[in-house]
């Protein structure tokens, strides 16, 4: 099985809807982040959170929240989905500690998202 | 701040070497690399420490100049295995604060012809 896991894999929607992507690891990793991928643009983060009381803004929050349920899990919301929010949505994880002192991260297979 | 990254792409012939470079404007921690395959998800490569060596495996290896703020990931040999988007993420810092996290550049597109 897989270590990180995102649902749904892919999914059409449309403007105004709420939406959740949903995270979960099984890596027992702290760290948990949300990135968005654009074609051109890299990786963009849009959240992340270092513990489950833990949360931080990226540098693209807007129009996105967050919840980290438990260690194992972090989701993202998009409350009112606009069209350029159409983009490929990676979660992944790290842990400071079992890495070294470092923050190798590892991602889940991604979620592609089209706001129509 | 986010890494530099050149060349933004690279068209080679199975056998050919390539560099891919990154630098940073801010003073680096580490710097780590990543390679995402078409429609798949970035898969950790390797990462170089600030004090320590070179690292690779294979043919693909990395070097890390930290006066200079850059590292430069080296593959010889090229196989089609190999074609991708190759990523870097720095660290800068090295405390393990709330700010304490990679930071990636935008890519560099390999792509290896038979």
């Known amino acids: 099985d897989a270590d990180v896991t995102q649902t749904p894999r892919n999914r059409i929607t449309k403007t105004g809807k709420r939406i959740m992507l949903e995270c979960s690891q099984t890596k027992g990793h702290d760290r948990m982040y949300w990135y968005r991928q654009d074609p051109g643009l890299g990786l963009r983060l849009i959240y992340y959170?270092?513990?489950?009381?833990?949360?931080n803004k990226g540098e693209i929050s807007d129009g996105y929240s967050v919840s980290r349920q438990a260690q194992a899990k972090f989701s993202l919301s998009l409350e009112s989905a606009i069209p350029n929010q159409t983009a490929l949505y990676f979660c992944a994880t790290s842990d400071f500690w079992s890495s070294g002192g470092t923050d190798t991260q590892y991602f889940g297979p991604g979620t592609r998202l089209t706001v129509l | 701040q986010q890494p530099v990254q050149s060349p933004q792409a690279v068209i080679l012939r199975e056998g050919e070497d390539a560099v891919i470079n990154c630098s940073s404007s801010k003073a680096l921690y580490s710097v780590h690399w990543y390679r995402q395959k078409h429609g798949e998800a970035p898969v950790f490569l390797m990462i170089?420490?600030?004090?320590?060596e070179q690292k690779g495996h294979e043919k693909i290896s990395a070097s890390f100049n930290e006066k200079k703020q850059q590292s430069s990931l080296y593959l010889t040999a090229s196989q089609l295995s190999y074609s991708g988007t190759y990523f870097c993420?720095?660290?800068?810092?090295?405390?393990?604060?709330?700010?304490?996290?990679?930071?990636f550049g935008k890519g560099t597109l390999l792509t290896v012809n038979p």
């Open positions: 993420g720095t660290e800068t810092g090295g405390s393990g604060g709330s700010n304490y996290k990679l930071t």
């Open positions: 170089l420490l600030k004090g320590g």
């Open positions: 959170s270092f513990d489950v009381k833990d949360i």
